[in-house]
């Protein structure tokens, strides 16, 4: 079940009622927007293809591998270097991406059965090459609407967990996930807000610097 509008905002209001600086939070930017995206092979794909570049540059890639009919497991399978190539990818993406291919084109992984368990299914999906922990937590919270998803390691995310909380400095990963032990099980709220809370300040700093 996606994590809805509706999720999002019940999941806040208890977070809102245990820590001071989310309800501050909230009470001074509003509820984010939800984060959802289509749940499967075609999504986890789209997060190797755009991985370390722009998003303008990942779209560009993903309408050439859609224009050269790259997308489906089996095609990306038996393309060539070449074929990939022309279509943007890096050797290295390349690989990552027949990686992901093959584990579902031959039905090792089953993206539609992943296990209950959180830490289960981010070890399933880090088995494949060019999915690590980040990236199988955001598919995961995104894709899945998991609640209780935590990406620690992101660094907008350890960011606003320390501006949030007041602290002096950016907890580190493992600070962060002790940190939100007490947010347990509305963690992945808690990282979509604290994005949501991370580009309200970028937009705050660039209207402070502009001419007008």
């Known amino acids: 079940m996606a994590l809805s509008a509706e999720r999002l905002t019940a999941a806040l209001d208890a977070l809102a009622g245990i820590e001071p600086g989310i309800a501050a939070g909230i009470a001074r930017i509003g509820y984010p927007p939800p984060r959802i995206r289509a749940r499967g092979y075609e999504t986890l794909l789209r997060t190797i293809v755009g991985q370390q570049v722009s998003v303008a540059a990942a779209d560009a890639m993903w309408g050439r591998l859609a ?25 290295q993406k390349a690989g990552y991406a027949r990686s992901l291919a093959g584990e579902v084109a031959a039905g090792r992984l089953d993206l539609a059965a992943l296990p ?42 350890q960011i606003e967990v320390g501006h949030l909380l007041g602290l002096d400095a950016r907890p580190d990963e493992k600070a962060t996930r002790t940190l939100a032990e007490a947010w347990r099980p509305h963690r992945g709220a808690a990282a979509i807000f604290a994005w949501h809370h991370y580009g309200d300040r970028l937009r705050s700093r660039s209207a402070d610097k502009s001419p007008l």
């Not at 050269?68 to 038996?78: E, F, N, R």
């Not at 190539?85 to 050797?91: C, E, F, T, V, Y």
């Open 116 to 157: 209950d368990d959180d830490e289960e299914a981010i070890a399933a999906l880090t088995r494949i090459k060019g999915i690590g922990r980040w990236s199988a937590e955001i598919y995961l919270l995104f894709a899945e609407g998991r609640a209780d998803v935590w990406p620690a390691g992101d660094l907008a995310v």
């Open 67 to 91: 224009g050269a009919g790259l997308i489906a497991p089996d095609t990306i399978a038996a393309a060539s270097d070449e074929q990939l190539r022309a279509a943007g990818l890096s050797r």
